[in-house]
Structures are given as structure tokens and as C-alpha cells.
């Protein structure tokens, strides 16, 4: 048996280049995993794909996707046993899917000794979801293409947030789809906000974050707008959509600000996750293939 934990992400920047020929949109957005995690165990067997902890999740789940993914690269014919412990909200825009997908494709490749090269674990997690690849290696990432094509960034400094995760979902597909009719004017260049984030100021990052589909998503669901608002009104350093929505994420100083904040009465009525950044290092994250 083998035990992973799937970490969510936010968005720290998110801009979109343009509309590609196959329909994709063309990012760079600045990736940062933390600690609110999925957990999951798996299980060798001989046939069949079970998946348990997930029957609330409509749909075809990404972890079979995955496992599919990985099968069929490898023309395997064996099966596999997952429980799924879910805590990262769903169409949220916190990874949460896509970071139990890429669990999977490590666990496969450990259990089964597949022995995958980083290329191939890369292009495998890039079938299953365009966000997939950056867990493979869940840490801080310029993210670029589909945001598929991963760029490690050194983050030293842990960061502190507030996640929000209102009680709706945002479809993905659907905001970049309204998106369209907006993507006019002057794109912002990442350079400035990777310097920012260097630097490890906490009030020139919490200025500097930025995505380009909050405005669509806001659109969509004017609830968000307000909550933004409100959650500015707190005192954090900065506060953001992350991915497409539905979550908000809040930039703070400490974990114990986190944690006053994540319990004031502004928010009494949203879920929240005081969160820091995830650390391979600090957690009992397991990955043979990176280790
Ligand atoms: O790659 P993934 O399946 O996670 O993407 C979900 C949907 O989000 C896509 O079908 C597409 O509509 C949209 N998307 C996009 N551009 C990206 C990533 C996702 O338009 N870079």
C-alpha cells in the first residue's frame, strides 16, 4: 500500500496570452501548492479500477483517468485499489482533482515500477488535465503553454493565506468560454511578480497578484465580487480569485493571522482553510520517483 498527499495550489498570477488553435488558452500563471491536502491510499490488484471517498463527485473522476493514462502508456493490464480522503473543495479552482490525478500517476509508477522518465510522467500527467504537471512536483512554478509546461521556481520564504471557498462551483470551461469576448488590451508580463516574489516583500506580493479571469468569473457569480471586496476590508496584503473560482485566497503575514482572520465574522458564513505553502520536505509527501 502506498499513502499520498494530494496538495491543493492557488494562483498567484494568472494572465492569458490568447486563444490557441485547439481551442486552449495560451498562460503564464505563477503556481504555489499548500498545505490543504487530499488524502490518498492505494492499493495493488490484479484487475479493475475502485475508487472509493469519491462517489459525491460527478462525473468521471480524475483519478481513473489517470490510472487509465498510465496503463495505457505502459499497455499494463493490471488494476488498482484507491481511497480518496477528500478535503480540497471541488470547482473551486484549487487543483484539487488534478492534484489527486498526478498522486495517482506517482503511486502507479512506484507500486508497478514503472520507472517513468520525467518526460514521460510529464506528457502522461498533460494528457489526464493541463494543471496536472505542476503536481507532479508540488512546490512554487511559472506554468506556462496550457499550463502544462512546468517551470520550478525557488520560493524560500513559506507563505500564509486564507482560503475561501464559497458553497458554488465554477465551471472551468465555461469561464474561459466567456472570457473570449473580453481578452482585449495590454498583457501583463510575469517578470515584475517574479522579482516581487523573490524579494519576499509580503505587501509588494499581496499588490502584485493578479488573474486575468476574475473578471469573467465575477460576471458569472456577482457573490464573488462582493466576498472580494469584503475579504479586502480585513487586512490581508492581497487578495485573489484562484484558477477559474469559485475559491478567493487571502495573502497574510503568519499562520495565527491566518487563523484569526480565517474566523472573523465577515467570513462566519463561507468555508475557510488557513493554509502555508506546501513543503515536500516538512510533510510526509512521498514521491520514490523524485525522491
Ligand atoms: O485541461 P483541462 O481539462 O483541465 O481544462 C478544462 C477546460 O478549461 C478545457 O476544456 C478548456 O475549456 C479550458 N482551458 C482553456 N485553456 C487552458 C486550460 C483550460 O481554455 N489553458
Redesign the pocket.
Known sequence: MLEMLAPAKVNLFLEVRGKRPD???E?VTVMHAVDLCDRLSFRKKRRGFELRGAEHIPGRNLVQKAFEAVARARRLRVGLDVRLDKRIPTGAGLGGG?SDAAATILAMNALYRLDLSQEELGAIAGSV???VPFFLRPGTALCTG??EIVTQIKADKPLYFVIAAPNFECS??EV?RRLKCSLTGKIIDVNYFLRVLSDGNLRRIGAGLFNRLEKASFKMFPALARLKRKMMQLGFAGVLMSGSGSALFGLCGSLPQARALAASSTLRRIRTFPVKSFRQEDTAWKSPTFR
Open positions: 481551442g486552449y488558452h498562460l488534478s488535465g493541463s494543471d496550457r499550463g472551468t470551461a474561459y
